[in-house]
């Protein structure tokens, strides 16, 4: 069974553009959510990660979370094509246990 | 920042052969961890190990998987032998309680393709 959904599977925005992007998990036991980036052929980097109810802004990207439904989601305002790449969503157990979810592949036309 | 190493970035070798694949994690980092991916797709999680064991395995990590880190050295993803479905990236990560965000770190990959 799949622990962290995530959605849309694919999501085309055009530059300057804002890109909203969901993750949910199904798994009662997490209680830290994470976010990484990966553009094609790279490895994941960590983008944000949040543990607390509410929101986090850093830069133009914003997160939020309901830890009591598990749902987190990323908001990217003023969409670059250098955002172009995997959205994957991650749920761990304090520091231990990160499962991901499929991703969300965005694409980002100038 | 902290960096994962990992070697060899790139191996083919014929079905049924053995393949290890070698991770040199974050220096104080305890925990690590091996990913599969296949085609730029999901992250999927094999296995993570902390102080000498395996904590948690998934399905996917088949009983021709082994993993170890013999005395501080490269912590090793072992097929033996090795089917078609095991060509995809491997990815090595490793994190540590003790930093302050705990996230998780990733190396650059060894794709491995098995013909």
């Known amino acids: 069974q799949q622990k962290v959904q995530q959605s849309p599977e694919s999501l085309i925005v055009p530059e300057g553009g804002m890109a909203s992007l969901n993750c949910t998990s199904s798994d009662r036991n997490v209680d830290y959510f994470w976010w990484y980036r990966q553009h094609s052929g790279k490895s994941p980097k960590m983008l944000m990660?949040?543990?607390?109810?509410g929101e986090k802004e850093e830069g133009r990207f914003t997160v939020h979370l309901n830890k009591a439904s598990l749902h987190t989601s990323l908001h990217i305002r003023d969409s670059q094509p250098s955002d172009s790449a995997l959205y994957l969503c991650?749920?761990?157990?304090?520091?231990?246990?990160?499962?991901f979810g499929k991703g969300t592949s965005l694409t980002v036309i100038p | 920042g902290p960096k994962v190493l990992q070697i060899p970035s790139h191996q083919i070798i014929d079905m049924g052969q053995m393949v290890t694949l070698n991770c040199d994690p974050v220096?104080?980092?305890?925990?690590f961890y091996w990913y599969k991916q296949i085609l730029g797709q999901q992250m999927e999680f094999l296995v993570n190990?902390?102080?000498?064991?395996?904590?948690?395995k998934s399905k996917l990590f088949k009983d021709q998987f082994s993993v170890e880190r013999p005395d501080g050295s490269y912590f090793t993803l072992k097929i033996q032998p090795t089917a078609l479905e095991d060509s995809a990236v491997y990815f090595c990560a490793s994190s540590s309680t003790g930093d302050i965000t705990g996230q998780l770190y990733f190396g650059e990959g060894s794709k491995l393709t098995v013909l």
């Open positions: 991650a749920a761990s157990m304090g520091y231990q246990n990160f499962y």
């Open positions: 190990f902390y102080n000498g064991k395996v904590m948690e």
């Open positions: 220096s104080n980092h305890l925990y």
């Open positions: 990660s949040i543990f607390s109810n």
